[in-house]
């Protein structure tokens, strides 16, 4: 194998890590997407049933779940600029 052969391979190697890196990233914001809203909005219908207030408990915790997804996606798209 010719060392030129050897510097594609290595950059192969790089490139599939940093794709694992970003699958990763984009895994777990597909499931902060999810899980966050959805645990909100449920306790927004829990608290909105117990205090009788229908949909500000609810708005509430959406908006909250949101909040929490935009800073996990500005987190994640900080630490892929940095790994670049």
Do not use: C, W
């Not at 940093?18 to 219908?45: C, D, N, R, Y």
């Amino acid at each position: 194998m010719s060392s030129k052969d050897k510097k594609n391979t290595k950059e192969v190697k790089t490139d599939y890590t940093s794709l694992m890196h970003a699958m990763e990233e984009a895994t777990k914001l597909s499931i902060t997407f999810v899980i966050f809203p959805v645990i909100f909005l449920l306790l927004g219908v829990f608290l909105d049933k117990k205090f009788n207030t229908v949909p500000v408990f609810i708005l509430i915790g959406i908006i909250i779940g949101f909040v929490i997804f935009s800073y996990e996606a500005y987190r994640a798209m900080q630490k892929i600029k940095k790994n670049k």
